[in-house]
């Protein structure tokens, strides 16, 4: 089993930025793809960004692309999301997700892991 533990959530200004970080306390995070994702009130969960194991490969929603940047650090076993030019539209709680050796799975939404969430809010 492994623990996601989402921070960096907050209240934001629209055209500002947080930077939101998916750690995995006490276990081996290199050998899992991670990613984001977010829900909304009366939405549906949707895909963020997904960073394979290794740092290489990143895979980001239209909706984000040039604005927010997935990164890790498999010596913190932590993953990152850099959000920035925040607009009130990317309200959500925002939740990372981990599945051993496959981005695919992290994309499509059937991860191995998920975290509790995050929240954001971008006020207008």
């Known amino acids: 089993q492994v623990e996601l533990v989402e921070s960096g959530g907050g209240l934001v200004q629209a055209g500002g930025s947080l930077r939101l970080s998916c750690a995995a306390p006490?276990?081996?995070?290199?050998?899992?793809?991670v990613g984001w994702f977010r829900q909304a009130p009366g939405q549906e969960r949707e895909f963020v960004a997904a960073?394979?194991?290794?740092?290489?490969?990143?895979n980001y929603a239209d909706s984000v692309k040039g604005r927010f940047t997935i990164s890790r650090d498999n010596a913190k076993n932590t993953a990152y999301l850099q959000m920035n030019s925040l607009k009130p539209e990317d309200t959500a709680v925002y939740y990372c997700?981990?599945?051993?050796?496959?981005?695919?799975?992290?994309?499509?939404?059937?991860?191995?892991?998920w975290g509790q969430g995050t929240q954001v809010t971008v006020s207008s």
């Open positions: 006490g276990r081996t995070f290199s050998s899992y793809a």
């Open positions: 960073i394979s194991w290794s740092g290489i490969s990143t």
């Open positions: 997700a981990a599945a051993r050796n496959s981005r695919s799975r992290v994309i499509d939404g059937t991860p191995d892991y």
